[in-house]
């Protein structure tokens, strides 16, 4: 569509403006998946979800920010209102999937780029779901985690803890956040 084209559906209400580019249809009720594909959109090909944004997508925490977190090529994505561009080694290949057809960072390489923004609650908290979830990967997560990045050393001590429940966690189903939190403990008391 032309500029032109573009502001007068606007003025009409035919298409609402999300982020800079990126347009709803018809009404702009989008939900927060439509808010993570706009974001994508916004930011060009091979821009993925990640840190909070991506952990909330993931099911790894509660609730994701208001401005959305991207990891995006070059420059694409900065300076665009409502999303945070993050200045990190771009994902691997095998560091991203999709979550209902949006880029998304995997939870390996999610709970390394939330070390690097959250509180060591928050970070325990998603390693403990992702192990209900059977996603807890340690090799995946130490193979994600740089050297010398924000987090790291937070990261390393829950790895060490959850070293030998990771394994239990994805042969048998956990059952209650509870079982999640417990596991690790039990596991280094030697009592399982």
């Keep these: ?42 930011c060009g090909a091979g821009t993925a979800i990640s840190h909070r944004s991506a952990a909330a997508l993931l099911g790894l925490i509660d609730k994701g920010p208001v401005v959305i977190d991207v990891i995006a090529p070059g420059s694409h994505g900065r300076r665009i209102d409502g999303i945070r561009f993050h200045r990190v080694r771009p994902p691997r290949h095998e560091e991203v999937g999709t979550v209902d057809g949006i880029p998304c960072t995997s939870p390996a390489r999610t709970l390394v780029d939330l070390a690097g923004v959250s509180s060591t609650r928050t970070l325990r908290s998603a390693f403990e779901r992702a192990a209900q979830q059977r996603e807890l990967d340690i090799a995946a997560i130490e193979a994600a985690a740089d050297p010398g990045r924000r987090g790291v050393r937070s990261l390393l001590a829950l790895i060490d803890e959850w070293r030998g429940a990771a394994r239990i966690a994805k042969k048998g189903r956990l059952k209650s956040p509870l079982e999640a939190k417990v596991l690790p403990l039990l596991i280094a008391s030697r009592l399982s």
Excluded: D, Q
């Excluded at 502001?7 to 347009?23: D, E, K, M, Q, T």
């Design 1 to 42: 569509m032309s500029e032109a084209g573009i502001s007068r559906a606007a003025s009409a209400g035919r298409l609402h403006p999300i982020f800079r580019g990126v347009y709803a249809v018809g009404h702009n009720r989008i939900g927060s998946l439509g808010r993570f594909r706009a974001a994508t959109l916004a």
